[in-house]
């Protein structure tokens, strides 16, 4: 029978929902989500996919009031609305081949900051590789402060694992967790596709998830990658 995982890590909780780990690899980009204020009162988070930008956010908007948007959902009409609070715009380098999204962006950008409000803005690469075709908009972005969400370390990996199994009710033994932590590609879209793989085997052949079906997933991402080269 699978058992309960249990971690002794540092957790911030996210919304009264679930709790957000706090490692090496994140503690600043956590630190600075909590800060009372930024220099020029804006602040650029980026990392991988699945990082926990999102997550991120959505605790800063809670603790602030503020208001969370996607930036290749903003429309014109809807900046003054939006600049009445604080603004978190998720995946700002998606609208780099929008220019009409990037003037809608440039305006809420200068709007928010002139009201006083904090701007908040997110994407997988640091600002300089943004690339986005309107200099006044790239520059804006490139003087903000910066701060990176690192690749995970073991603990934040264990963590991110756990979760990812808890939301699919699955329950492995700590084994489990510590072999994929081990010998696992450390990328945070990884653990999201071998724990979907796990899952589906498992389902499979009706049985309980392992460290030998592990070892199984592994080996077979592994030969994708090598089939794929």
């Known amino acids: 029978m699978a058992r309960q995982l249990s971690f002794d890590l540092p957790a911030k909780t996210?919304?009264?929902?679930?709790?957000?780990?706090?490692?090496?690899?994140?503690a600043?980009?956590?630190?600075?989500?909590?800060a009372t204020s930024w220099p020029g009162n804006k602040l650029v988070l980026s990392g991988p996919?699945?990082?926990?930008?999102?997550?991120?956010?959505?605790?800063?908007?809670a603790e602030t009031g503020g208001r969370i948007i996607q930036a290749a959902a903003l429309r014109h009409e809807d900046v003054p609305e939006l600049a009445r609070a604080a603004v978190a715009v998720e995946d700002v380098p998606m609208i780099a081949g929008d220019i009409e999204q990037q003037k809608t962006l440039f305006h809420l950008h200068n709007l928010v900051l002139a009201e006083g409000h904090a701007l908040l803005m997110t994407g997988r690469l640091a600002p300089k590789f943004w690339q986005l075709?309107?200099?006044?908009?790239?520059?804006?972005?490139?003087?903000?402060?910066h701060?990176?969400?690192?690749?995970?370390?073991?603990?934040?990996?264990?963590?991110?694992?756990a979760k990812l199994f808890v939301d699919r009710q699955l329950y492995p033994g700590p084994d489990v967790i510590a072999y994929l932590v081990k010998h696992?590609?450390?990328?945070?879209?990884?653990?999201?596709?071998?724990?979907?793989?796990?899952?589906?085997?498992?389902?499979?052949e009706k049985r309980d998830i392992t460290r030998a079906l592990a070892i199984r997933v592994l080996n077979m991402t592994s030969d994708e990658v090598d089939t794929s080269d």
């Open 28 to 34: 600043l980009a956590v630190a600075m989500i909590s």
């Open 49 to 61: 996919a699945g990082a926990g930008k999102t997550h991120l956010a959505h605790v800063w908007a």
């Open 147 to 161: 701060v990176a969400l690192d690749p995970p370390d073991d603990a934040l990996l264990g963590a991110v694992l």
């Open 184 to 204: 696992m590609d450390r990328r945070f879209e990884t653990a999201a596709e071998v724990v979907a793989q796990l899952d589906q085997l498992a389902l499979s």
């Open 14 to 26: 996210a919304l009264g929902r679930e709790d957000f780990f706090v490692s090496p690899a994140n």
């Open 133 to 145: 075709p309107l200099a006044d908009l790239q520059s804006r972005v490139e003087g903000a402060h």
